[in-house]
């Protein structure tokens, strides 16, 4: 398998203590183009190891997958400015950040004066483990390029003066 290889799976993704969190089965497989960041770089990084036909399984740590939990990630607001109505502990909402874009969040705890909420990704802190098959590999598509991940910069960017 190369970056940019299209690659057809099953999967089902477990927590330490064996709770499901995730699967793709035959039927629906999951489809993905290697190399364009579009699942976690853990799993990615295994599944290139693999071949069509293949079955593997292997733990990614938490380092490898979503992170370690931050406590600082969660954020007291007075029940009085919270809009949402019928909330429960563990419900997943969406939170206005500072720029006005929409951040999920799960509630993770309501008092009578507050709701807090939790801003880490569900899967933060854990180890998963997947069981993993590989269905089908495509070839990248040809003059296929994975484009950089930044952008270069301009001497100005640095703080460099282009001006003698």
């Known amino acids: 398998m190369k970056l940019g290889s299209t690659v057809r799976l099953t999967y089902t993704g477990t927590l330490e203590d064996g709770t499901v969190f995730g ?3 035959p039927h629906d497989p999951m489809e993905f183009q290697t190399g364009m960041d579009l699942t976690i770089d853990g799993f990615e990084r295994e599944v ?3 071949e069509a036909g293949e079955k593997k399984t292997f733990t990614l740590s938490m380092y490898d997958a979503y992170g370690e939990y931050l406590d ?3 954020e ?3 029940i009085e400015h919270v809009p ?3 909330i429960e502990v563990g419900m997943r909402v969406q939170m206005a950040g500072d720029d006005g874009n929409k951040i999920p969040v799960t509630i993770k705890d309501i008092t009578s004066k507050e709701v807090i909420f939790d801003m880490n990704h569900p899967l933060a802190g854990h180890d998963l483990t997947f069981e993993v098959e590989i269905l089908s590999v495509e070839e990248p598509p040809e003059g296929w390029h994975r484009k950089p991940d ?3 910069m301009a001497p100005q960017d640095y703080g460099i003066s282009t001006m003698m």
């Open 76 to 78: 007291a607001v007075p």
């Open 150 to 152: 930044i952008a270069p």
């Open 84 to 86: 949402l109505k019928n």
């Open 72 to 74: 600082y990630l969660t």
């Open 23 to 25: 699967y793709a089965k």
């Open 48 to 50: 290139m190891k693999m």
